[in-house]
């Protein structure tokens, strides 16, 4: 019998459910302007890892680590005073949404191509909160909860790589900055589809939050 690497599995099983439960982010169109949007989003919780490396090696890395934790390889042991524990058991699988998204940890340049440590997220469905969310046990991966944040973002189709989105950034920053708009932080790319998905039908966006009075 032929068996395939658990991060195959993990990819398989990741976009098998993203195509079962396609909830995304929630947010209000404020303007548009041709592929650019700017966006209010709604409060979320995400769970979250930091990865060294670059993008392709960062992503696979992150990805593995939090499919880990929302496919039930989150193992817990309940506690009680004073020393007995209750069989260990795996906790839920949770639905996933889309799309991941990767974020740059930069300095002074705003480049995917010179970043080396990135932020790797998936948006947890929106019916748990804090509290329901099961814990991770792995310390690499944390839960955070988001505010509602107002962003642009560029939907563009095709393969993705650090080229690419630095491009897309680079178009992204310049219409802010034409349109005098004020950015916060660093971009993110975000990826909706599954890696065998012919490029013309992939959907991407990059994102960056931004200071936005609507009128």
């Known amino acids: 019998m032929i068996r395939l690497p658990r991060e195959l599995l993990w990819i398989g099983l990741f976009w098998t459910t993203t195509l079962m439960a396609t909830e995304e982010p929630k947010f209000e169109t404020l303007r548009k302007d041709g592929k650019i949007e700017i966006r209010r989003y709604a409060p979320l919780i995400v769970a979250e890892t930091w990865v060294d490396g670059d993008m392709a090696s960062a ?7 939090i499919a ?3 496919f039930g390889d989150n193992a817990q042991i309940a506690m009680t005073v004073p020393v007995v524990a209750e069989p260990q058991q795996r906790a839920e699988k949770i639905a996933m949404t889309t799309p991941v998204t990767i974020e740059p940890q930069l300095d002074d340049i705003s480049s ?3 970043a080396r440590r990135w932020r ?9 909160t804090l509290v329901t969310l099961p814990k991770p046990l792995n310390a690499e ?15 563009y189709s095709g393969t993705t790589n650090e080229v690419t989105a630095q491009e897309k950034s680079t178009e992204l920053l310049n219409w802010l900055r034409a349109q005098q708009i004020e950015t916060i932080g660093s971009p ?9 998905t012919l490029p013309f039908l992939r959907r991407n966006k990059n994102l960056q939050e931004i ?3 609507a009128p």
């Not at 991966?141 to 939907?155: G, H, Y």
């Not at 993110?188 to 065998?196: I, S």
């Open 59 to 65: 992503s696979g890395t992150g990805f593995r680590r």
């Open 68 to 70: 880990s934790y929302i």
């Open 112 to 114: 995917f191509a010179s």
């Open 120 to 128: 790797i997220h998936f948006v947890m469905p929106s019916q748990y």
């Open 141 to 155: 991966v944390q839960l955070r909860e988001i505010p509602a944040r107002i962003f642009a973002a560029l939907t």
């Open 188 to 196: 993110q790319l975000a990826r909706y589809n599954p890696p065998w």
């Open 211 to 213: 200071r936005f009075t």
